[in-house]
């Protein structure tokens, strides 16, 4: 750090924080620049905006507000680290594939500096819950690791050699579009980006959840079944969590529902450990944190079929803070960069 930016950072105070913005919910965390000082929390739904402008002025609106609640200020702040629903393109600061946020493709430091004069860096929620349990959780202490994020969707991030890696495109981890088996292709099947992969059709909470509700509906299910009490006796009710409770009891309908989606799961990181040699794979999302303890057996003892390479394979252990913590580690790494 130059002389200058040394005495820049020291007007800025001591400051930072981590922001994990979902479609519905915002986690803010505030603390000191260095690691073990007390953090401080803040919770608020989203507010949604059509566009960048009106969502970034309200933001740092409420970021100010937490900020003179614990008796800092916003100007103290040395940054800011920001976690989006999409992919960031890192070079170009533009959000895609955010389907909460359907912004215009532009960059928005521009936007962001008119509200917030310190530093910031910018990703997609995945990789800042990879760097939060990289930080303080399940893959501390790894220098290679795969974060999969099992919920509505699928996603992954990927730190190698200690930094994530976001690819070309910033779409590193989009593993929703792996082809793990032949259902769900067809000879017109092409690939769409606004659309679920075959993958994520099938093993996301999402596909589970269809697949149960067709499963019941084509006649397969009976109302002996525990997931047809667990969801009130309602097809429509029925969720990816009541299939795994029910599998976790045996019940012969949830086994046959999972059979597919967990062979796919397992066949999809076996895929990844053959191709980047992670020493563990850390299972996140509402989906793997329903049952933890069932939906990791079930993953290893699949798994145990497909591969040659050690890894750990465990759930993550930060729940739903992992993207703010992740946010306010990545901030404080590139402040001790600079």
Partial sequence: MTEAQLEGFEAKGSWVAGIDIGGTKILMLLSNQKCGGEVHERRLPTQSAEQPELFFQWLFTELK????EIGCDLDRLAGVGLGFPGVILQDEAVLRNAPAFQWPEEDIRPIIAKYYSGKIVLDNDVNMAAMGEVDQGAAKGHRHSVMVTVGTGIGAALVLNGELHSGQHGAAGEIGH?????????????????????????????GITERARHYFNSGKGSELSLIWS??????????????????????????????????????GLANITALLNPSIIVLGGGVAASNPAYYLNEVQARLKRYVVLPVQVVIAELGNKAGAIGALASIRRHLERM
Avoid: N, W
């Fill in 65 to 68: 507000t937490f900020c003179a």
């Fill in 178 to 206: 792996f082809i793990t088996g032949d259902e769900g292709l067809s000879s017109e099947y092409v690939a769409d980006g606004d659309a679920f992969g075959v993958f994520e059709q099938v093993t996301s909470g999402t």
């Fill in 230 to 267: 667990l969801a009130g006796g309602e097809v429509e009710q029925i969720e990816a969590r009541h299939v795994f409770k029910a599998a976790e009891s045996g019940d012969v309908a949830a086994l046959e529902i999972l059979e597919l989606p967990m062979r796919y799961m397992a066949r």
